[in-house]
């Protein structure tokens, strides 16, 4: 039994890989297929829209004519479906507008078709007769198309702008807090002590030129010492004083010293 179910494992997990590989081979070989198709179209149309423009310049007449109609209107679905695909990844509201041009893809397909027969047809009066109702159709449609073209490049043109200036707005007041500084104003100073009143005795202030006041000397002492006090320089020289001796009582007295005895008279 344990035997079976081993196989029975193996075998399951076998297929599974056999699964698994040939489900990514199809997935591979759809991709490249799907990618060689894209180019096989891309250069299709290069030489399509080459041989359009060279019979357009080249080719006088109905034929020349045909040629532009058909370049034009090539060209103009062409970049509006370019326009549409890359701007419906970023702004979701324009699927209406892709599905309004799908809808005018299929107009402007039949028109292409139309006038690629008219190229090869014989009959050029009937073709020249047809030419203006071909060129109101083809005016028609690459009018529409363009419409939604630029209406599209206008909505992504704003919602730049509408980004750009509130980037701008808040750029400005983030550079505005940066910059947000204020010097810290200084108090006033008090009045020095010069130009406060003087107390009696002192005599009143004279301003000089600049608005600062310089203390009058005080009476009875001399303009040297006055300069110095002013300019706190240091004080004049002090009279001297007696010497003093000192009193014994008051002196310390420290346990290891004798008490001074009495003098006895005889």
Not at 218 to 244: K, L, N, R, V
């Given at each position: 039994?344990?035997?079976?179910?081993?196989?029975?494992?193996?075998?399951?997990?076998?297929?599974?890989?056999?699964?698994?590989?040939?489900?990514?081979?199809?997935?591979?070989?759809?991709?490249?297929?799907?990618?060689?198709?894209?180019?096989?179209?891309?250069?299709?149309?290069?030489?399509?829209?080459?041989?359009?423009?060279?019979?357009?310049?080249?080719?006088?007449?109905?034929?020349?004519?045909?040629?532009?109609?058909?370049?034009?209107?090539?060209?103009?679905?062409?970049?509006?479906?370019?326009?549409?695909?890359?701007?419906?990844?970023?702004?979701?509201?324009?699927?209406?507008?892709?599905?309004?041009?799908?809808?005018?893809?299929?107009?402007?397909?039949?028109?292409?078709?139309?006038?690629?027969?008219?190229?090869?047809?014989?009959?050029?009066?009937?073709?020249?007769?047809?030419?203006?109702?071909?060129?109101?159709?083809?005016?028609?449609?690459?009018?529409?198309?363009?419409?939604?073209?630029?209406?599209?490049?206008?909505?992504?043109?704003?919602?730049?702008?509408?980004?750009?200036?509130?980037?701008?707005?808040?750029?400005?007041?983030?550079?505005?807090?940066?910059?947000?500084?204020?010097?810290?104003?200084?108090?006033?100073?008090?009045?020095?002590?010069?130009?406060?009143?003087?107390?009696?005795?002192?005599?009143?202030?004279?301003?000089s030129g600049t608005g600062v006041?310089?203390?009058?000397?005080?009476?009875?002492?001399?303009?040297?010492?006055?300069?110095?006090?002013?300019?706190?320089?240091?004080?004049?020289?002090?009279?001297?004083?007696?010497?003093?001796?000192?009193?014994?009582?008051?002196?310390?007295?420290?346990?290891?010293?004798?008490?001074?005895?009495?003098?006895?008279?005889?």
């Amino acid at each position: 039994m344990e035997v079976e179910a081993v196989i029975a494992v193996v075998a399951l997990l076998f297929f599974a890989f056999v699964a698994l590989g040939v489900y990514a081979t199809v997935k591979v070989v759809g991709a490249a297929k799907r990618g060689v198709d894209r180019t096989i179209t891309q250069a299709r149309r290069s030489v399509e829209d080459t041989t359009l423009r060279a019979k357009s310049f080249g080719q006088p007449g109905v034929a020349g004519e045909l040629a532009q109609l058909r370049l034009g209107l090539r060209t103009s679905m062409r970049a509006t479906q370019d326009a549409l695909h890359a701007g419906v990844a970023e702004d979701a509201s324009l699927a209406e507008s892709v599905d309004l041009f799908r809808r005018l893809s299929a107009h402007g397909l039949e028109l292409d078709d139309e006038l690629k027969r008219l190229e090869r047809e014989p009959d050029r009066a009937t073709v020249a007769s047809l030419l203006p109702q071909l060129r109101e159709r083809t005016q028609r449609i690459t009018h529409s198309a363009d419409s939604l073209r630029w209406a599209a490049r206008d909505r992504a043109r704003q919602f730049a702008a509408d980004d750009l200036d509130a980037l701008n707005a808040q750029i400005d007041i983030e550079a505005g807090a940066l910059r947000h500084w204020t010097a810290e104003e200084q108090p006033p100073r008090a009045p020095g002590p010069g130009a406060a009143s003087q107390g009696p005795g002192a005599g009143a202030t004279r301003t000089s030129g600049t608005g600062v006041d310089w203390p009058e000397p005080a009476a009875g002492t001399g303009s040297s010492a006055t300069a110095d006090e002013s300019w706190g320089g240091p004080a004049g020289p002090e009279a001297p004083q007696a010497i003093t001796a000192p009193d014994p009582r008051l002196r310390t007295r420290y346990p290891w010293q004798k008490s001074a005895r009495p003098e006895t008279t005889n």
